[in-house]
């Protein structure tokens, strides 16, 4: 399966803006739930019926709708008609294979960016699609199936820390992406302490897994980079947007999350450089080993086959032959042939190979 | 034959602006489709003679003329004539081997791109040339050939899907290189499925065939990447053009595309680089091969290269070779063999060879 | 000789805007071409002396002189005289290693760029100076040798061909221009059909000629972009330069030269990396043959080494040794030996060596 | 231990502004250290309560507050009161993998970069980070620990040396970055010199330390290219921010500086290529080193396996042997081989491989 | 010695703006030469004491003045003094090891560059500091050593040669900028002339030497690039500045000059990516002549290996060995061998390895 690339097969042909759920269904029933708060009042709850959300598309409070899976087109077309949603947008939540970008619409923002999360066994990061809809009222987030790294923002909510409950929906976004960005350098970290402790390996004893670790992590880092790099260009586009959904005390907070992208992207650069120059010693050292190997090989050789040739000479059965008569023969032979090694050993010696 | 090129020789030295078709005539004769529609009315029909189309150039309707086949320059001459076309323009559309572009005329648009289509069997891309010419009143597009990706929107007219019979020529347009697009990225992603699938055998199994796979992978990335750059930037320049032709609320479904576009061009550039890291990876087998095929050799020669030379002494025909008289000496030659067998294999084991 | 870069030693030191000959004088003597034409009337003739050309300076005719052959500096400096040249202007034109480029004088534009010719028995491009001098009312080009590519050009102002005649100088320029663009996309044509064709040969064969065919295209592809990539450049000058010399319907002609050009340059680029790529291959096939010959000789020394010892063994001379003395020992001897051969050949069955 | 990135794994999850300390608690009390200066006075004195330090919020004098060790939070949330800091801003400071960066606040700049040191005997580059307070009326730097490289600059206040003690705090700030980017370039002229050694070493005795060594510097190249190519960005900001802070005779300062940290981006660079170089200079010093061996072996193999056999043949027992029983058998066999010896070494002599 | 960089270590921790030296001195004595001279008149002198230079300042004649040698700091100081020359400029003009830059005072221009000289038997590029001062009545520069390439433009002001006696202190400098460019190219060139020399050495005989000059060109030319690039780059901001130091009818030759410099960076990268094809051929070349060693050991190995093995078998002692006591059995035993051996002949014609 294109891992790097999700199947749009199905929408292929289909009117722009059709309404066509492109990925795996990760959940068999959407949840959607609701966190309306303001100053001093909280309300939280979970909705049967995507026809309550009504009651809070234009209330002063601020409104988060969270929806988990996408499969229910019914109850995505429904949502889109309370909210007013442009088709375009529709079809880009359901695409989970959607680039990570902002678009303005005449109501909303739309931003749609990837959560990330490392599974171990399999050593392989999993996306999963976040879609925000920011709008001067409420913001709806739409993943794939339940379960996020947003508890802590929930929390931060509930318990009133920080400034959460005294500022905006654009506030609670950048919350929310905040800690997605949180997690992204925490996992690029983890993959990251993995890579240097290869380059000890990697010298000490260069085999075939060695590199498919390499290989393993470089591909890792660049599926990494494919969420993070877009995300980046969406937060620079924000920040030059001058929407009027972003107020002015949430820019500086919005300038802090891009130098936290600006680092994951670098550090993310850095260990892709890294894990190159580990290739190289890789295959620095694998022909490092060729040598060490023919080293032997020649050394053996080149001793014992002159030698071997030299008691063949004396195996020969010739009539006439005359040294195989003399008394110390056998001994100046050996005496002979110990000279020859030991010229040879010499000889490697001042070849640096012993 | 220079597939990344086409060969212009036959226009060397001619005017610019002269009329000669580059490319290989795909089709026996012109054939001329012409769709004209509004929101109520719906008429279908294949013309027979190019002066027909005069008829359509006015009208308040939406006109898709379509012409399959590009070699008729005397239909083309006079297709010129009616609807007005730049001599330029008209030797664009007949030079099969021009690159992705946006060009604006004085009464028109002028787009020429490239559908793409991928041969199974011959595992190459081919590419056949697409131009349009937008104007107020009509579309035309040109075709090398009958056949193309362009069904589904026809139906989508026929049937009143979606907003096209609602909207003007610019929609009709976008229809039509959203499709195009579409095509692209379901392309790329055939190829890299099995992109990905190679990863897996040249780990286990790294013979010329897989490198000869990578290179042809490599290939067509590249023939796809010249046909999707450049209308990246035409896209680009389009929706910085200002142009009345192109009205507003089409603008958002043509950044919708030049995101697609973008998604398409990036995977272009991941699957380039993981083409490379395979290459990589596959150099690097290659040398843990030999370095394997080298140990064998050594371990061997190391071994018995020794062993036949101390055969060799006691084969000698020396009068005098004390050894050979004793009674158990055959047997203390085989315990010296086996000591000596042993030691080397002692030897390599710390070498980690064995 | 330094091909890539033309000797100046003679111009070090001496005063900017001194006139000295850079080049090899390719022409004995300097040939001077005026062909003068408008709507109806041509006039197309030789000139002897430089001074002649006075007359034609301030007509309202279209004015091409061109000069073939640049080592009589005296008549150079008379012709700057006559035509109000700047004295960097004339340094330009006699400096044949000039990068092309664009200047902007008060009373004309001056174009320097390149024009290619491929030598096939010595595979070699070989690039001929050509300057522009346009001005108002004429245009002076200077060639280092006579024989070129206009003669299509013109031809068409002879035969009243295309527009040529019905307008001005700026548009003769461009046909020339184009001419010559035409002429490097001719040429790149042809290596690049020899660069695809090596493809087949690198996989098949590689051997040492093949690399340096390889190579060779490689530079001789560098020293095509040397005089291609400045002169787009240049192009991009002139179509932002709003210079009153350029009419406002030659800019279309020269937009789509900047789109043949541009083709031009990227293909340089497609073949430059297909070298590469075919460089990589070429190494990899090296490896790949290595690794044939390591496993062939290996094969052999794993085989019949330890077999040789066997042998050896029995052909010691041990007064008791008493396999030799059974009566079927002979055949259990080869019986043995064929069963270790056996043995290694599945071992390396199993190694999928064979 | 991820070297190239600090865990922020504490602060996962909390709200934005929070104060946690990311980084190697490095000194057990926190020290608080004020100058405070103008033209005729100079006070200098250590507090113990951080609350002292509101004395020196608003004089007239230049007052430089210098804190190290930064994990007393208690005491930065007091400082950050009395100073009026953006929480933000405290959170950068205690975050110490912090990218370098130049933020603007109502009232101050803040300025977070890197102080690096060799550290000879493990051959490696600690990163400390130095934070800057800029405002109007006082700066305050933060370290991790005490010592810096900021001696000099103290003395020169002390001693009233050039012109720092006649100008204001945006001077003070530059010459403290003076000192920070004098160090750096001391620094990568200590590994350059390193680096301009190995270049002889890689040529003689390419071994695998050597690759070792040129790894690590690459790896140092880079450590310092982190903490350098940011400041430079930050510089830049600075320069084009046009704040009330920077007075307009400390601009020229400030491009000084600019020119000193390009210098010190230039040498990075140059040096990076230069280890690139040499690693390839090392891989082809150990293929030629293969080539050597392989040398050796096939010239020994060469001529005595042919040899060997020769002896071999008449080392058989066949009853019908000629040549055996012939006078002078055994010496036309030496002369045999020996002429046999002399055509191989004369077939290496012409291949060059002697 | 660190060469990429000079030495600062004794400027560490000065405030910016001390007087020292940083290079190493390279003459005795300073000295002080002055040209000046306008239209009519032309005096040139050498001063010993640098206070008689203030009669200079504010002539309306174009007066150069020019020192060799840096060392003399106290003389620095006083013509600082004179001339009212910036702390900074000082310093800048003093540190040897200054990157090229152009730099805007209130007064005057500075311009910092590098002289470059070949010195053939160590094979190394020497760069020498010219620092530039250019003011409304005077020209100072400021060289590490007497000795420069401007002697012809010395002698066009004493001979009036060209247009320098009419014209003021920018074409001056001009002229003398041009002079060093034109020197830069003129080593470029020769540099080249050698680089292309090694190209056929590189495919006919590949030895470490080869690799070694490859590798010194590399090193040199980019020590060269060093000095140029960020010359062109001082130009560009030169030509942007709109100075009023530089009068209009400079302005085409500074262009003119800025193409030189660009001509000479792009050679300089044409060189260098021809070094690294260089290198790439080198290392075929040995992989190939590897691919020959081998082959030569595989045939002699896989050929005599089983004759010997044969012979081997005949010289066992077995004392019922039939074979040995047939007539013909040794014709038959070397029949045998000889079809051996014209098979594994065959065998490895077909492989193509002979």
């Not at 009504?54 to 909210?83: P, R, S």
């Not at 890792?220 to 980046?232: A, D, F, G």
């Not at 030299?310 to 195989?324: R, V």
Request: charged share 25%.
């Amino acid at each position: 399966m294109a891992r790097f690339f999700k199947k749009r097969e199905e929408s292929k042909g289909l009117a722009p803006g059709s309404l066509v759920f492109i990925g795996n269904q990760k959940v068999e029933n959407v949840r959607i739930r609701v966190i309306d708060y303001d100053k001093s009042n909280l309300n939280e709850l979970q909705l049967d019926d995507i026809a309550d959300s009504k009651a809070f598309k234009e209330t002063n409070t601020v409104t988060w709708l969270n929806i988990d899976g996408l499969h229910d087109l019914e109850m995505m077309q429904e949502l889109g008609n309370i909210f007013d949603l442009h088709p375009l947008l529709l079809e880009d939540i359901l695409n989970t294979g959607q680039r990570p970008k902002l678009e303005e619409f005449d109501n909303c923002l739309f931003l749609s960016l990837k959560m990330i999360r490392y599974e171990k066994e399999k050593q392989v990061i999993i996306a999963e699609q976040l879609s925000m809809v920011i709008s001067n009222t409420y913001l709806i987030t739409f993943q794939e199936q339940p379960g996020d790294v947003f508890e802590p923002v929930r929390d931060r909510i509930r318990k009133q820390k920080g400034r959460i409950r005294e500022t905006g929906i654009d506030y609670l976004a950048y919350a929310l992406l905040d800690t997605v960005v949180d997690n992204y350098i925490s996992i690029i970290e983890r993959l990251g302490e993995q890579i240097e402790d290869v380059e000890e390996e990697v010298l000490t004893d260069p085999n075939p897994l060695v590199m498919q670790k390499i290989n393993t992590f470089k591909r890792e880092m660049n599926y990494i980079r494919k969420s993070v790099r877009p995300l980046k260009e969406a937060l620079l586009q924000l920040l030059k947007l001058d929407s009027e959904l972003i107020k002015d005390n949430t820019i500086q907070f919005l300038k802090d999350l891009l130098d936290l992208i600006t680092q994951a992207t670098e550090a993310i650069d850095t260990y892709r450089e890294m894990l190159s120059d580990q290739l190289n010693i890789y295959n620095s050292s694998i022909s490092n080993r060729m040598n060490e190997i023919m080293k032997v090989l020649t050394i053996f050789a080149a001793i014992f086959i002159p030698l071997t040739f030299i008691a063949g000479i004396y195996g020969t059965n010739f009539d006439y032959l005359p040294e195989l008569h003399f008394k110390y023969s056998y001994f100046i032979f050996w005496g002979f042939m110990i000279i020859v090694a030991l010229t040879m050993l010499a000889f490697f010696k001042r070849k640096n190979w012993l």
